[in-house]
């Protein structure tokens, strides 16, 4: 069966996932939505950064591409900074009829005791109104952070934690907003930056700490949330932009879910703009990891790396684009309703070259 498809945005990760679509024989490309003039009327092909034109346009007109019906629009415009406007068009999307297979809002990957049922139940609606699904997901938020560490878990007699970690050099991150303006790097250390504001990173990552719990059946009497930051030591050049000596240049946060008083589930992120900085935090494994930690009979240690092209940053994005791109006819079969991580098949990717 062939699926249609939408691509909505051509960014950071949307360029990748629309590379990716390109390459899946199950998968027809429709439509690209993109937000600059600049962009309207470049081939698909063009925008992904391959040779062969595809006949499809790029386009500003959101309409146009929801008349089209497809099966599934692969949503991966940037949310961090228009959370409420990010839902309205997810659930316009529900609402017509049409799948969606999200990067973003990352709360809505598992909202279940993150969001208020109040906050959940109009994107409900809307996939009950249209008949749809809708499943937000990526590396992390994502498969880093879901079927990964519950992989491992299925070969223990006994769980006393576990602890899922990004632990990688951002220097080479291509996103000057998520970098300065999100994370707040390159500010004053008593300037709070959004993700840093408080009750941001228990919505954002409480949803990782709420779906292991409940794919392990564990009953958390809450999550907490705590954070370190420290300055570079010297001028840095990041994203061609300056990171000046004193500002913010290490970050490190920390997510709990506890059960009577004691940690049992935990989501941290180590991040550096060079990899000097914080020599006493962990360490990745090679230039930038995803760790999971599990301390049970027996314990586990995986430390995931990743490259692309040498690069751990941009090899991230791809992975992210992948992970959505691959589930696709899985949430396009699904039965109508919001998703998660536990609610799907394993999928694999496609393209094996023997």
Known sequence: MTYRVVQWS?????RWALRSILARPELELVGVWVSSDAKAGKDAAELAGLDRPTGVLATTDARSLIDLRPDCILHTAMADDRLMEA?????TFLRAGINVVSSSPVFLQYPYGTLPSEAIEPIAAAA?????SLWVNGIDPGWANDWLPLLLTSGCERIDRVVCSEIMDYS????????FDIMGFGSALDELPMLLQPGVLTLAWGS????????????????TQRFERLPATQTL??????????TAAALRFRL?????????LALEHVTRLHPDLAPDWPQPAGKGCYRVEIEG???YQLDLQLYSGGDHAKAGVVGTAARLVSAVPAVVEAAPGLLTALDLPLTTGRGLVS
């Open 208 to 223: 990782v700490i709420r779906q292991l719990a409940a794919a392990l059946d564990v009953e958390l009497d809450d999550v």
């Open 128 to 132: 009950r109104e249209g008949g749809a």
């Open 297 to 299: 009979e027996p314990d």
């Open 237 to 246: 050049r990041v994203a061609d932009r300056e990171v000046a000596a004193g």
């Open 172 to 179: 080479t991150y291509d996103n000057p907003k998520v970098l």
């Open 87 to 91: 839902v309205e068009d997810l659930k």
């Open 10 to 14: 051509t960014g950071n990760v949307g």
């Open 256 to 264: 709990s879910g506890l059960r009577a008083g004691r940690e049992v």
